[in-house]
């Protein structure tokens, strides 16, 4: 877990990946991604509507933010994602969440009295 | 994954009617959230609650001044009486000096279900992809000395008063 004053001095490293996630087409790429495991543009357009030209660009956002990296296997590009900063995200979620497993806990106080 | 949805569910041993009156009281609601009303739930209704000050710790009371007394608000949308509790509010919008007013809301619902043992509560807590973005990386920074310092003294008065 991250102390409050280290993601304080990160407000904005945090926004870029907030936006970075805040798009369906991209969002849709990070399911593959954590479903399939690392792979190819080639066969991320596979099934898709999306042309490899925009899924690249999405691609190319997401590794700005440290989303996904990208590493050489021969002659092709191999996409795969950055389980570290997946992680940055679910932790605002996290947060709100634990907030509410506290509530309940004194709901549940209250009501088994 | 999503980052647009939490969901809770916890099964709690007791009758339907006390749950709903925990739920729906908006005293006893705040008793056990931690806010304060004046008036009661009904639905359509736009609370303006307060977050309540602390005698029970001082060390968590101080990092809680800065919170204390700051309105928050929540619009009450459902209401079927022990069945279902829904609410919209502002999620973390605990800065005084922010306009949280013109922000899209998160949907809060309770739903209660009976079960074998007593009543099993599913909590849904949906809308944050609509959140602007600079807002959720700001709940990163704010929310450790705010709202969890707030529930760490709640869970003490409780089981201090029991």
């Excluded at chain 1, 280290?6 to 399911?31: C, I, N, Q």
């Excluded at chain 1, 509410?100 to 088994?112: C, F, H, I, K, N």
């Excluded at chain 2, 609601?29 to 602390?54: L, N």
């Excluded at chain 2, 008065?157 to 029991?162: C, E, L, M, P, T």
Aim: aromatic share 8%; glycine share 6%.
């Amino acid at each position: 877990m991250r102390s409050s004053s280290t993601v304080a001095a990160e407000p904005k490293g945090s926004a870029d990946l907030f936006a970075a996630l805040g798009d369906p087409a991209r969002l849709r790429l990070v399911t593959r991604l954590c479903d399939g495991g690392p792979m190819s543009i080639a066969r991320l357009t596979e099934g898709s509507r999306v042309t490899r030209q925009a899924i690249t660009k999405h691609l190319m956002v997401m590794k700005g933010s440290g989303l996904v990296r990208c590493t050489r296997r021969g002659r092709e590009s191999v996409w795969q994602l950055n389980q570290k900063r997946l992680e940055d995200a679910r932790c605002y979620l996290d947060r709100i969440s634990r907030q509410w497993d506290a509530a309940l806990q004194r709901l549940r106080e209250l009501v088994e009295d | 994954m999503t980052t647009d949805r939490i969901e809770k569910k916890i099964l709690l041993r007791a009758s339907r009617q006390r749950v709903w009156r925990a739920l729906s009281d908006s005293t006893e609601f705040g008793s056990w959230f931690g806010m304060k009303f004046d008036t009661a739930f009904t639905p359509g209704a736009c609370m303006r609650g307060t977050i309540a000050p602390t005698t029970v710790d001082a060390e968590v009371a101080k990092t809680q001044k800065k919170y204390e007394g700051v309105p928050v608000e929540m619009t009450i949308e459902q209401m079927e009486p022990e069945r279902l509790f829904s609410f919209r509010w502002h999620p973390g919008a605990v800065d005084p000096d922010l306009d949280y007013s013109v922000e899209p809301t998160t949907l809060v619902v309770f739903e209660l279900e009976e079960v074998a043992d007593g009543i099993l509560l599913t909590l849904t807590e949906s809308g944050f992809d609509r959140i602007p973005l600079a807002r959720r990386a700001k709940v990163f920074s704010m929310n450790e000395g705010g709202w969890s310092a707030q529930m760490k003294l709640i869970e003490r008065y409780v089981s201090h008063a029991q």
